[in-house]
């Protein structure tokens, strides 16, 4: 027969922190206090990227007072994706709370998270700023559209949920065998886990969203930029097909853009010959191109096919400049100077769709080995630096 100790109900709280040791003995009494109320078995599991604020002296002495409290230093990892997922790795109970260490998020409703999931309710809950009985405290304009953007461009993932930015959420460990290749960047773990686990039963829970009160906001610009890296990385995963063209339509646009104000400048103020400017705005939407390719390969390297994919695209470039120049000349004297420049992009585009069809069209949807297959190797590159454990 099985205990009652056994029966209880156990969750697992990961938190990810950089430079958080003022909150961490508020936010472990509070989690303790919350879970301790109902009954419940629990653990704290708090990964620190090697804070230089002290947090690797302030954890010990709270595992002292809490053996719920366990621990991991990292010294070479760097992210709070990465972090909660290292955290999974250590957790010991079947459900799972990620949380931020800033008190933002109200640690007396990480129970409450659960609950739903206990009761078979739900396979993801959020705790939510934006369902009826949740709210954020004070935000300025600034950042209410920010967040109000952020959630319009992960809407086609997540359908009706309204809070799909939320840091604070639960879900059962067998979600994670489920799931494809887990390879977040930046700090939205959670739509991560919501795409590749194809989560569709998602409980909102309301929550008040606090203000910061110690220590420095992580929501820098650069950190805004890496989540629009993951929505790039997440739309090729869901729309494989499609999520690739409408990113070369975008692409085409903006450089044709810059193509034609290069000819209308050069032509119209700079009297340059109709030819040599041509030449100048073709190479200026490569140029474009180039930039954005740039940051393609940079954050997409471990899912292009191509070797060599600098070199390839000066190949390309060079078919597309010709064809262009090509197209240009031969019909700029029964065209105009705007139709011509049009022809001439148009020829390009189309070199450039066919080559790049062929040879750079390799974002394969990101559908890669499950994580439970993966498991063994990442673990391999986690490996604990500092663990303090009950």
């Not at 961490?24 to 879970?35: E, G, R, Y």
Request: glycine share 8%.
């Amino acid at each position: 027969m099985d205990s009652p100790e056994k029966n209880r109900v156990g969750a697992s709280v990961i938190v990810p922190t950089y430079c958080e040791a003022e909150n961490l003995p508020s936010l472990i009494a509070q989690v303790a206090d919350a879970f301790n109320a109902r009954g419940w078995q629990w653990e704290v599991i708090v990964v620190d990227d090697n804070s230089p604020d002290g947090t690797a002296e302030v954890l010990p002495a709270l595992a002292k007072n809490y053996p719920q409290v366990r621990f991991l230093i990292r010294k070479e990892d760097r992210g709070l994706s990465s972090a909660v997922l290292a955290g999974f790795a250590l957790a010991r109970f079947d459900y799972l709370v990620v949380m931020d260490a800033d008190l933002s998020h109200p640690p007396e409703m990480a129970p409450a998270l659960v609950e739903p999931l206990v009761a078979k309710q739900a396979d993801f809950v959020i705790g939510s700023r934006n369902v009826a009985g949740g709210r954020t405290e004070s935000w300025g304009i600034f950042r209410w559209l920010n967040s109000a953007v952020a959630t319009a461009l992960s809407r086609p993932f997540v359908g009706q949920v309204r809070d799909s930015m939320a840091g604070f959420f639960a879900l059962r460990r067998e979600l994670l065998a489920t799931c494809d290749a887990l390879n977040p960047i930046g700090y939205k773990i959670g739509l991560e886990l919501i795409v590749k686990g194809r989560v569709r039963w998602i409980v909102e829970i309301p929550i008040v969203f606090r203000n910061r009160i110690r220590g420095k906001s992580k929501l820098t610009l650069a950190e805004q930029f890496r989540y629009l890296e993951h929505l790039s990385r997440l739309y090729d995963y869901q729309f494989p097909r499609g999520s690739p063209r409408v990113k070369f339509l975008i692409v085409c646009v903006c450089g044709a853009l810059v193509s034609l104000g290069a000819v209308a400048l050069l032509v119209k103020v700079g009297h340059t010959g109709f030819l040599p400017a041509l030449a100048m705005g073709l190479s200026a939407m490569i140029l474009v191109t180039l930039l954005f390719f740039v940051r393609y390969v940079r954050t997409q390297r471990d899912f292009i096919r191509m070797k060599r994919p600098y070199l390839e695209f000066f190949l390309i470039s060079v078919a597309e400049w010709c064809t262009g120049l090509l197209v240009g000349w031969a019909v700029h004297h029964v065209c105009g100077i705007l139709w011509s420049v049009l022809l001439a992009l148009g020829g390009l585009v189309v070199v450039r769709y066919v080559l790049r069809k062929i040879f750079l069209h390799d974002v394969r949807g990101i559908r890669g080995e499950r994580l439970a297959e993966g498991r063994a190797a990442e673990a391999k590159e986690t490996t604990p630096s500092v663990l303090g454990s009950s």
